[in-house]
């Protein structure tokens, strides 16, 4: 079964510090991998992706991701943190299913991430 | 380029009636799919739509359905309402492809009274 973990609730961190949340995934086959942030009552908006080739991801607003084949993770980084940046993330796994043109996505539970002034 | 729309943004209903959801992709994107987000069960997928077809359903009772016009819109409909059907409904548009990304609308939020 195709699963996406996002093992922290909630991530507090200080204006200016670095910042991760964190993903690991469980798929068969190779994974393409997706960062989204939700702002209250909006939709999600889709932050950066792994498909191939470098581990390293850069996305929009400076976020960042690294993809770690040998541990199943893909997490999400910025090296100074914002008070804007204050949202939930999700992270997200899409799978290929037979007759599918797209593949479902599965996502993580989420991280509510709240950056401190 | 304009955004996913999603209409309408709010609604409420009691239990037992049903409820229409119309998306709007992004222009030239013609593969559409659905995602209900709740506290309790998070995001999870419903349906997913290609060239006026239903390609892919999630695990849903018959009551969630949808369809896809030449156009590329979308509704998707829920008949019979139940309160746990109470919840965010996502649309995301993409151009086909598994590598590809899905860009979402704003969501609609549906209240079961």
């Known amino acids: 079964a195709q699963s996406v973990a996002q093992p922290e609730d909630q991530v507090n961190v200080a204006e200016g510090n670095p910042l991760t949340v964190k993903c690991t995934y469980s798929?068969?086959?190779?994974?393409?991998l997706f960062w989204y942030v939700q702002y209250p009552n909006r939709g999600l908006q889709f932050l950066l992706k792994?498909?191939?080739?470098?581990?390293l991801v850069k996305g929009s607003y400076g976020f960042e991701a690294e993809f770690n084949k040998s541990q199943t993770s893909f997490h999400l980084k910025k090296p100074s943190a914002l008070v804007s940046d204050s949202a939930l993330y999700f992270c997200?796994?899409?799978?290929?299913?037979?007759?599918?043109?797209?593949?479902?996505?599965?996502f993580g539970r989420g991280t509510q991430l709240t950056v401190w002034p | 380029k304009a955004g996913v729309t999603q209409t309408p943004r709010y609604l409420i209903k009691t239990r037992g009636q049903q409820v229409t959801l119309s998306c709007s992709p992004i222009?030239?994107?013609?593969?559409v799919s659905w995602y209900q987000q709740t506290p309790g069960q998070g995001l999870q997928f419903l349906f997913e739509?290609?060239?006026?077809?239903?390609?892919n359903k999630g695990n849903f009772p018959g009551r969630f359905s949808g369809r896809q016009f030449s156009n590329s819109r979308s509704e998707m409909n829920v008949s019979t309402l139940e309160l746990g059907d109470s919840a965010l409904y996502l649309c995301?548009?993409?151009?086909?492809?598994?590598?590809?990304?899905?860009?979402f609308g704003p969501g609609t939020r549906l209240l079961v009274l």
């Open positions: 995301a548009s993409s151009v086909p492809g598994q590598q590809e990304t899905q860009y």
């Open positions: 222009s030239g994107h013609r593969s």
């Open positions: 739509y290609f060239s006026e077809t239903q390609r």
């Open positions: 792994y498909i191939t080739g470098d581990n």
């Open positions: 798929v068969s086959g190779n994974p393409y």
């Open positions: 997200a796994v899409r799978v290929a299913d037979r007759g599918s043109t797209l593949g479902r996505l599965y």
